[in-house]
């Protein structure tokens, strides 16, 4: 019989799962927003509220799967990326949205998904397990490792020259700002760095719609025109069988890829779900079979490179080694004073590798249960009500609202400048030169030995 202790624990777990399913699965009907200037502030927030780690994790996997089978909707009905992750799938969705079968899209991209994380998650929690006996070692050498992360990442990115060049001006420019915050208030910031970051394309959006030079490039003389193709429901009552969703050919695809997906840790989720789509379809000749085959596996992609990009790091060693490590599960990692990368004070020290199972699946379950229904049942009376009634303006004002408050929590109106300063100049690197939020966070955690090592400044 389990004590009350562990029984508060599943309690908690199951709650937060539920507020992070019911949340995202919202969140996700809105194109354009990014998981790491959403889920991140809010996982940071309830992480600074002193919510139980166990049900900190359930949140988060909750939280990041819901949102990635949701993105489907957008992304497949309307022609729009849901997220960033969503972005390669949007040329395979244009094509079955022109012959007519955008549902059969949808279906085949968000059943993907929920198979994939079922089977990623076990895979990614004992590869994990098996890295974890070299975890000093990589603790020992992890200004090193965050160093050379950041010059593979800059370089695969898609802005490879600008990244690399930006490196060592970047590093220069958050230690002053680390310094200037530690003569004015008497300690450093993370949290207000770390939202800057998160925040930083949406502030490029707002500096380049504030000067009349550039405004051109996002203004719009008219609203954009959407049409929704109706729903064909195949399947009786309310819960589908995603098994039955995908034929038995576009099964071991996913499982294939999924498998391969959750061993990763240190590539960019985008590169991927390119790579992995491309793999797929160029095994398969048919359109449709070879379309709705992509969109499956590239979907399951998502989900299985989130998993085991923030398990892997967590369990294995502590200190946020992947791109989703640093951006949307950052707070995992690093949210001072709860929890630290740098000595290792985290979900790490918290959670054992039954535990990342347990209150994994049990994240992923409520996902499955409110996120999968609902898309499958009512994606496009949902798609029609966002349309209809929320602004896209609205959503990210909230956000900017609660990183406000965040920053100003940490170290008054200090986080606050500070957060803005790095969201100005972050932001326009990544706009307008590729220099994507992963190379800066990682070139944040590695500016301390690089400003050492290079000019002497401790």
Do not use: C
Not at 261 to 280: D, H, I, K, N, Y
Not at 418 to 436: E, K, P, Q, S
């Amino acid at each position: 019989m389990m004590d009350g202790f562990i029984v508060s624990d599943l309690l908690w777990a199951v709650g937060m799962a539920v507020a992070g399913g019911v949340i995202f699965s919202g969140v996700g009907l809105i194109s354009g927003t990014d998981e790491t200037s959403t889920i991140a502030p809010l996982t940071l927030l309830i992480v600074l509220l002193g919510v139980p780690p166990v049900a900190i994790f359930s949140w988060f996997m909750a939280a990041a799967i819901s949102k990635h089978m949701i993105h489907a909707i957008p992304t497949a009905l309307m022609g729009v990326p849901g997220d960033t992750m969503a972005v390669p799938m949007l040329e395979d969705a244009s094509v079955l949205r022109k012959l007519g079968v955008p549902h059969m899209a949808l279906r085949k991209m968000i059943s993907g998904g929920i198979i994939a994380a079922f089977l990623a998650l076990p895979i990614s929690v004992g590869f994990a397990s098996l890295l974890a006996p070299f975890a000093d070692i990589v603790k020992a050498w992890a200004p090193v490792v965050f160093t050379v992360a950041a010059i593979i990442i800059a370089y695969t990115s898609g802005g490879k020259w600008a990244s690399l060049f930006s490196l060592i001006p970047f590093a220069f420019f958050v230690q002053g700002l680390n310094k200037m915050a530690i003569a004015s208030i008497g300690h450093g910031v993370f949290i207000s760095m770390f939202l800057g970051i998160a925040i930083g394309p949406m502030f490029a959006d707002l500096m380049t719609i504030l000067f009349p030079g550039s405004r051109h490039l996002l203004q719009r003389n008219q609203s954009r025109e959407f049409w929704l193709a109706p729903e064909l429901k195949t399947w009786n009552g309310y819960f589908p069988n995603p098994f039955k969703i995908l034929s038995k050919h576009q099964f071991w695809y996913n499982a294939l890829t999924a498998g391969v997906s959750a061993l990763t840790f240190t590539f960019s989720p985008v590169g991927m779900t390119v790579m992995m789509g491309e793999f797929v379809g160029a095994r398969i000749k048919g359109l449709y079979q070879r379309m709705t085959t992509t969109l499956a596996v590239m979907n399951g992609t998502t989900e299985a490179t989130y998993i085991a990009e923030t398990i892997i790091p967590l369990l294995a060693f502590g200190i946020p080694l992947s791109p989703v490590g640093l951006g949307p599960a950052a707070p995992l990692f690093n949210a001072p004073p709860v929890f630290t990368a740098q000595p290792v004070h985290n979900l790490h020290n918290y959670l054992t590798p039954v535990d990342y199972l347990v209150y994994g699946y049990i994240g992923l379950v409520v996902a499955f249960l409110i996120a999968y229904p609902f898309s499958m049942n009512y994606a496009r009376k949902a798609s029609a009500w966002v349309l209809k009634h929320v602004s896209q303006e609205a959503i990210v004002s909230m956000f900017a609202g609660l990183i406000v408050v965040i920053s100003y929590f940490e170290a008054g109106t200090v986080g606050i400048a500070i957060a803005v300063t790095i969201a100005v100049f972050g932001g326009i690197l990544n706009r307008y030169f590729g220099v994507h939020t992963g190379v800066q966070y990682m070139v944040y955690y590695a500016s301390p030995w690089l400003m050492l090592t290079l000019l002497g400044i401790k």
